[in-house]
């Protein structure tokens, strides 16, 4: 089966309602998705290229009303350099211990959620059991968990889908107390890094919008490339 021309056809997958933008205010947004119960990494991988994430079980890709903003974005990890905010970053947080955990949710984990969700995004994102297991722990491709300590304290936990040459984020979330350790920034940094340790090629971060002031972080990561949703990418060294 010729994957790529479908991919290119969007998978024959029909546009969904439109609703109101996540990201930019007063403008209407809509994806193509469907349901997936398991998808292999290599195909999931094609999926990425030609603009499509996941969300739980849930795939999709924005087909919103007269705007293209979203971008995918991913790191080719073995060109990568930190600067010199990145170093000093390093540097500060290298007391944090990482362990590769179980992919399952807990009370715990639950706990740590809400708390970040409380703190950062006002309790407005799921925060019950049924909605937080759904969200993270639900996955049609292989995915890896890593849980970061700080002297022994539960400081943060990042979920990454894995593939034969990849790294793909899905989600990070820290205890608010650590808010001065820039922990989102330096869990990226830490995956960028493991990956290049695993010889894999890259870490994706899922959308770019350049109208998005709270995804500005994405382009600090030098060099990065960005995706046409066609399977084609532009590389960006300054």
């Not at 969700?117 to 890896?144: D, V």
């Not at 205890?175 to 090629?201: C, V």
Request: aromatic share 14%.
């Amino acid at each position: 089966m010729d994957w790529n021309h479908l991919l290119l056809q969007d998978l024959g997958v029909p546009v969904g309602a439109e609703h109101e933008c996540p990201y930019l205010p007063e403008r209407q947004a809509a994806e193509r998705a469907f349901l997936a119960e398991a998808l292999p990494p290599d195909f999931y991988h094609s999926l990425m290229d030609h603009g499509w994430r996941r969300s739980g079980m849930v795939v999709y890709k924005p087909a919103c009303p007269g705007c293209q903003a979203c971008t995918p974005i991913r790191i080719p990890v073995a060109d990568f350099r930190p600067n010199r905010t990145q170093r000093r970053l390093l540097a500060r947080n290298a007391d944090i211990t990482a362990e590769a955990t179980p992919c399952t949710p807990t009370q715990e984990k639950l706990d740590l959620f809400v708390r970040y969700q409380t703190a950062r995004h006002s309790g407005t994102m799921c925060t019950n059991w049924h909605e937080f297991s759904s969200f993270l722990y639900s996955s049609p491709i292989a995915t890896a968990e890593y849980t970061f300590r700080i002297e022994g304290n539960l400081a943060a936990i990042a979920i990454v889908d894995v593939g034969r040459s990849y790294f793909s984020a899905v989600y990070t979330y820290f205890d608010p107390d650590f808010e001065h350790r820039s922990l989102g920034t330096w869990a990226i940094l830490w995956f960028i890094q493991r990956a290049r340790a695993l010889g894999l090629t890259h870490y994706y971060l899922g959308y770019f919008i350049d109208e998005c002031r709270k995804m500005n972080y994405k382009t600090a990561f030098r060099p990065f490339e960005l995706g046409n949703g066609r399977g084609e990418w532009t590389r960006y060294d300054a």
